[in-house]
T-cell receptor, first 116, second 114 residues
Framework: DAMVIQNPRYQVTQFGKPVTLSCSQTLNHNVMYWYQQKSSQAPKLLFHYYDKDFNNEADTPDNFQSRRPNTSFCFLDIRSPGLGDAAMYLC???????????????FGDGTRLSIL | SQQGEEDPQALSIQEGENATMNCSYKTSINNLQWYRQNSGRGLVHLILIRSNEREKHSGRLRVTLDTSKKSSSLLITASRAADTASYFCATDAGSSGSARQLTFGSGTQLTVLP
């Protein structure tokens, strides 16, 4: 089935040690999003790509970066993780919303990041 | 800032009963969407209602939208234990940057007891 796949499901890293989370999709969607979700909270958008056009949310810390080498893959890099970065990180995709309006987003199962 | 607020924050019901969750938002929207999230998993899209629609059905789900009150409700009929999950409303309020974005509400944790 076409889907959004996130690897790994669980990631443990040390305080200050860079970490990369990955997301791949077989839906051929133009738009890919990264969200941070802390326990019992709503997902918070960090940034999104529309094709290769990167859009950062104003309050996303500089510590968070993203790469999208091709349509199928997108990476979240956390350069120097702090204890406050422990969370579930969700990747999502959507179709070209300017051609197809009113589209839902399709989510992966997330990567739960723990910081030691 | 968070667009949607949901109530109740938590809801516990018996299997077979109906569950109603409410969502309020602050600005005009293109559409409103409901998502389910099982514990430790990603969000699953349930239903989308456009701003010019008032009610929509999908299986055991019924969603209403009142744009004058900036509110929506999700009704799950004849609930099952498998419906236990967190439910989020999300509003699509137009573009910011190059793509439309969703703003999620705070969520309702639904527990269905067998």
């Amino acid at each position: 089935d076409a889907m959004v796949i996130q690897n790994p499901r669980y990631q443990v890293t040390q305080f200050g040690k860079p970490v990369t989370l990955s997301c791949s999709q077989t839906l051929n969607h133009n738009v890919m999003y990264w969200y941070q979700q802390k326990s019992s909270q709503a997902p918070k958008l960090l940034f999104h790509y529309y094709d290769k056009d990167f859009n950062n949310e104003a309050d996303t810390p500089d510590n968070f970066q993203s790469r999208r080498p091709n349509t199928s893959f997108c990476f979240l890099d956390i350069r120097s993780p702090g204890l406050g970065d422990a969370a579930m990180y969700l990747c999502a995709t959507s179709r070209d919303i300017w051609t197809f309006s009113n589209q839902p987003q399709h989510f992966g199962d997330g990567t739960r990041l723990s910081i030691l | 800032s968070q667009q949607g607020e949901e109530d109740p924050q938590a809801l516990s019901i018996q299997e077979g009963e109906n569950a109603t969750m409410n969502c309020s938002y602050k600005t005009s929207i293109n559409n409103l969407q409901w998502y389910r999230q099982n514990s430790g998993r990603g969000l699953v899209h349930l239903i989308l209602i456009r701003s010019n629609e008032r009610e929509k059905h999908s299986g055991r789900l019924r969603v209403t939208l009142d744009t004058s009150k900036k509110s929506s409700s999700l009704l799950i009929t004849a609930s099952r234990a498998a419906d236990t999950a967190s439910y989020f409303c999300a509003t699509d309020a137009g573009s910011s940057g190059s793509a439309r974005q969703l703003t999620f509400g705070s969520g309702t944790q639904l527990t269905v007891l067998p």
